[in-house]
């Protein structure tokens, strides 16, 4: 499948967002990535449902959102309300996350689910069938600009392997501390959807980083 790049506007500088979206969007980006924190399922808060609002008058790029918060199926109609095309709960602490994959399906999104760096890839298993990405986090969700977790690279072979079998059309997605340095490693152990934030946002020419991300990515 051919590789997709979603910067994370977590790392914009919200002084002059619309700019900065317009560079990304001018450089290729394939999706926005949206990190909803509650501050309770991560130690950080960020915004809301309105963001996606203001993000569908700035751009006509799909966005996704991902759900740190514990009670998304509270806000999963209002994330689609708000337009956003899929929405990525994670599947810790949530003893009933099925009904909350469903209920993303059901409303007409496309479903995601995240798994945090230490969460085994098998849990995956029981939601295949609702599932159109599957996220690993390569930091611990919560913070912009940390170091991608080396172990996770053998997970996104062994998830691409168990989709291969399973459900190929499932892209792996990864967040966390992705950037020009490692990008092609990633996606050579078999990742398809690529989430940046500091790497696309904290640059001077964010447009130009974005088009070399853009081409890293389809050269590798
Ligand atoms: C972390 C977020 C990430 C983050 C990525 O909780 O889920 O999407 O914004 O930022 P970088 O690319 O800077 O690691
Ligand atoms: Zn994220």
Redesign the pocket.
């Known amino acids: 499948m051919k590789p997709m790049l979603a910067p994370?506007i977590?790392?914009a500088d919200f002084a002059h967002l619309a700019e900065d979206v317009k560079a990304a969007e001018r450089g290729g980006a394939d999706y926005f990535?949206l990190?909803i924190?509650d501050s309770h399922f991560?130690p950080n808060i960020s915004f809301g449902p309105w963001i996606a609002k203001t993000m569908k008058r700035i751009t006509d790029v799909p966005l996704d959102a991902?759900l740190?918060i514990t009670k998304p199926r509270e806000y999963i109609p209002r994330f689609l309300d708000a337009g956003v095309e899929l929405l990525y709960p994670h599947i810790e602490g949530d003893y009933d996350v099925y009904r909350t994959v469903q209920m993303i399906t059901d409303l007409g999104g496309k479903a995601g689910i995240t798994l945090n760096p230490a969460t085994p890839i098998s849990s995956v298993v029981p939601l295949l069938d609702l599932l159109d990405r599957i996220m690993l986090?390569s930091?611990c969700?919560?913070?912009?600009?940390?170091s991608f977790i080396p172990s996770v690279m053998t997970k996104i072979t062994e998830l691409r392997e168990l989709l291969d079998e399973h459900k190929p059309s499932v892209r792996i997605a990864i967040?966390?501390?992705?950037?020009m340095e490692n990008i092609a490693e990633i996606r050579k152990a078999g990742a398809d959807f690529f989430?940046?934030?500091?790497?696309v946002f904290k640059t001077d020419n964010i447009e130009d980083t974005t088009r070399r991300l853009k081409a890293i990515l389809d050269g590798a």
């Open positions: 994370s977590l790392s990535h990190d924190m991560v991902h740190m986090m930091v969700p919560g913070f912009g600009g940390q967040d966390g501390g992705v950037k989430i940046a934030g500091s790497a």
